[in-house]
Antibody, heavy 129, light 108 residues
């Protein structure tokens, strides 16, 4: 079964760094874009960015630019979301999701992608002093 | 950025009733790029409909999607107890990918 398994819940203090992971199994990790999404408590879904494991090409939502970095480790078929200086407002559930099919990107945006069909179980991040 | 507006915010229904959820898109998109997700408390979103009208794997045929341009609809014909959840519409035509704010289908 195609799966994305995320790392466990985290409790952090403001200013701390954090790296959460999304491990893929039962498909060719290199060839499918992985998106990361945020869900604030009791709210809707926000797309943060996505990364292509084959070459590490990362695309970021303008709403989230500069707040985190996306990376991959192909040797363990995992994608990572890294925060360098957390804020209380980063308290949220974070999901990774695989896009069924790839599209096209230029310097400004992307288009023609397929729907994110497989989702991780989510990683809850709590940032509090 | 493409904005999606869902209505109603909450839909109170008895099991067996018909649910009609609306999603209005700020600019016309191809039906290819509109999806619906179901989310239950404590769970990640589950793909229900993609390409505006195609059911995802394992989704029962009481779920149907329709619409075009800027107006899309998710219909549940005969809501079952396991269908009570929040439903989000989603556009994947152009990044940044965006979602509606959700419609909660609750037991009346």
């Amino acid at each position: 079964e195609v799966q994305l398994v995320q790392s466990g819940a985290e409790i952090k203090r403001p200013g701390e760094s954090l790296k959460i992971s999304c491990a893929a199994s039962e498909y060719n990790f290199d060839n499918f874009w992985i998106s990361w999404l945020r869900q604030l408590p009791g709210k809707g879904l926000e797309w943060m960015g996505m990364i292509y494991p084959s070459d590490g090409d990362g695309r970021y939502s303008p709403s989230f630019l500069g707040q985190f970095v996306l990376t991959v480790d192909k040797s363990i078929a995992s994608a990572h979301l890294q925060f360098y200086s957390l804020k209380a407002s980063d308290t949220a559930m974070y999901y990774c999701a695989r896009h069924k099919g790839a599209g096209y990107c230029n310097s400004a945006n992307c288009w023609g992608f397929d729907v994110p069909d497989v989702w991780g179980q989510g990683t809850m991040v709590t940032v509090s002093s | 950025e493409i904005v999606l507006t869902q209505s109603p915010g909450t839909l109170s229904l008895s099991p067996g009733e018909r649910a009609t959820l609306s999603c209005k898109v700020s600019q016309a998109i191809s039906t290819t790029y509109l999806a619906w997700f179901q989310q239950k408390p404590g769970h990640s979103p589950r793909l229900v409909i993609f390409g505006a009208s195609k059911r995802a794997t394992g989704i029962p045929d009481r779920f149907s999607g329709s619409g075009s341009g800027t107006d899309f609809t998710l219909t549940i014909t005969g809501v079952e107890p396991e269908d009570f959840a929040v439903y989000f519409c989603h556009q994947y035509r152009t990044s940044p990918w965006t979602f509606g704010q959700g419609t909660k289908v609750e037991i009346k």
